[in-house]
């Protein structure tokens, strides 16, 4: 599997990006797939996550400012970012888990969000 990220950009404060998260290859029917980022001299932060069937879940720092969605005759999910502010200066990364008798992960290389103020 490989997951290909892309949407990242610089940004005002206050302004919105979508983030894109291209997943190829052999992907299980049962999957979860997470947006994760990480800021200079941070731990790894959870973002959002969405699995095969809609279902989601978000990070209490960005809830009700960002959206995941998914296309999954496209294999991609969509992070749309809105009311952006500095702290949301990042590399984002999306994850895949292919869910079966065993779990694998999967990661992208990641993409730069940084938001100026």
């Known amino acids: 599997v490989q997951l290909m990220e892309s949407g990242g950009g610089l940004v005002q404060a206050g302004g919105s990006l979508r983030l894109s998260c291209a997943a190829s290859g052999n992907i299980f029917s049962i999957n979860v797939v997470t947006w994760y980022r990480q800021a200079p001299g941070k731990q790894r932060e959870f973002v959002a996550a969405i699995t095969d069937g809609g279902s989601t879940n978000y990070g209490y720092s960005v809830r009700g400012r960002f959206t995941i969605s998914r296309d999954n005759a496209k294999n991609t999910v969509y992070l749309q970012m809105n009311s952006l502010n500095s702290e949301d200066t990042a590399v984002y990364y999306c994850?895949?888990?292919?869910?079966?008798?065993?779990?694998?992960?999967?990661w992208g290389q990641g993409t730069q969000v940084t938001v100026s103020s």
């Open positions: 994850s895949l888990r292919n869910i079966g008798v065993k779990s694998y992960d999967y």
